[in-house]
Structures are given as structure tokens and as C-alpha cells.
């Protein structure tokens, strides 16, 4: 990714490695679809450890960002915070991860506090470097420009899109299908894998208008 994020509209698709190079340390990879309109953010982490018995741990993860303004010639920062479980939010699992991840205004590097349940009790991993992904690229800003990297672009992608779509489908959302089905057909050509994503929520979105 190049350039600023900062002003991007609309959805783009986020990849984080967060963690230090130590042996035997956590590492945190968090993929997230930004959707700018609410300041929202929805994805899913990955904490997996060489420990004994080795951590493997998967959520799904939802949340939001806001922009934290500082005096000059500082610049301005922006604050991802996050919660996951097994299903998303309409679930009724147990929360098993929570995340503070504060990066700069173009979305490259941070700091990250997160926690997760090992399934007996809460572990805190502070201050960790998170570093951006340059295989999810945003979607407002580039497509991919190398055919080695084209389907895991395209699959990440896929993925990230597909949550947010299906949950506006679960909740009803008349005009989140609406808004979310507009933008990501507009990157069909670029991410095709997101069809089937979309044909649902237009099916969705054709049966509430016949109501």
C-alpha cells in the first residue's frame, strides 16, 4: 500500500502482523474490512504461539476506529478498537479477544495492547509492533500489480467482504445491504471471489423491496 489512507471512503481491506521477532512469542495476524461511513471495522484475528501445547487461536473480531487529533507538527493518529469471538457479534459465544491498536493517519504501523482467553484465563500481550500487510491492498486505492500476488489479494479479500455483507443480511439493515452491495460491486472485476457474497445480500435486498 502507498500513500495516505486517511481520506478513504467507503471499504478497504486492512492486514496486520502484530508481535516482536523472540522466539516463543505470540503473533497476532488481523485482518480487517474498514467501512469509513460508520468508522466501523469487521474481520477476523489469528494469535498462534509455539508453546506447549501450541496456541491456535481464531475469532471472529468487530469494532470501531476514531481519529485521535494532536497538535503540530505531531500527526494525527488513529485508534482501532476491537473484541472477537467465535461467530461475530450475533453470537452467543463468549468474547475471547480484545484489541487496542493505535497506528498512524496512513494505517502503516502501530502499537498494539490485545488480550486473549487460552481458554482457562485472560493473557495480556502490551505494546507489540504492528506492522501492515502489503498483500491486502486497499481497494480505493490500488488493485493489485504483480500476478504472483493475485489470489491472495483476491481471497483475503473475498473473506474480509463476505462478513460485513452476510451481517448486514442478519440484522435486516435495508440500507447497510444497500450501501455495502454498491460499493463492493464495484470492485468485482478486481475481486471476483466476492460474487457469491453479493448475489445473496441482492437476493435479500430484492425480497424486502417486494414487502
Known amino acids: 500500500m502507498s500513500g495516505s489512507n486517511s481520506h478513504a471512503e467507503g471499504l478497504f481491506p486492512l492486514s496486520y502482523r502484530i508481535g516482536t521477532s523472540q522466539p516463543g512469542a505470540p ?13 466501523s471495522v469487521r474481520g477476523t484475528s489469528s494469535i498462534t504461539q509455539a508453546v506447549n501445547p501450541p496456541l491456535d487461536l481464531h475469532s471472529d473480531v468487530w469494532g470501531q476506529y476514531t481519529y485521535m487529533t494532536v497538535m503540530s507538527p505531531t500527526s494525527s493518529k ?20 480484545k484489541l ?27 505494546q507489540v509492533p ?6 491486502v491492498q486497499s481497494s480505493t486505492l490500488s488493485t493489485p500489480d504483480l500476478q504472483g500476488r493475485n489470489s491472495a489479494v483476491q481471497t483475503t479479500s473475498a473473506a474480509l467482504y463476505g462478513g460485513p455483507i452476510h451481517g448486514a443480511i442478519a440484522s435486516g439493515d435495508l440500507a447497510q445491504m444497500k450501501s455495502l ?4 460491486t464495484q470492485q468485482l472485476e478486481q475481486l ?20
Open 27 to 39: 503473533a497476532l495476524i488481523l485482518n480487517l474490512l474498514v467501512y469509513s461511513p460508520e468508522h
Open 78 to 97: 488513529i485508534l482501532i478498537t476491537a473484541q472477537g469471538n467465535q461467530g461475530g457479534p450475533g453470537s452467543n459465544s463468549i468474547i475471547n479477544f
Open 100 to 126: 487496542h491498536l493505535v497506528v498512524g493517519d496512513n494505517w502503516k504501523e502501530g502499537i498494539a495492547n490485545y488480550q486473549y482467553f487460552n481458554g482457562h484465563s485472560w493473557v495480556s500481550v502490551n
Open 130 to 135: 504492528a506492522h501492515l500487510q502489503e498483500t
Open 181 to 184: 452491495h454498491r460499493v463492493a
Open 192 to 211: 471476483p471471489l466476492i460474487r457469491t457474497a453479493l448475489d445473496s445480500a441482492k437476493a435479500e435486498i430484492s425480497r424486502q423491496e417486494r414487502r
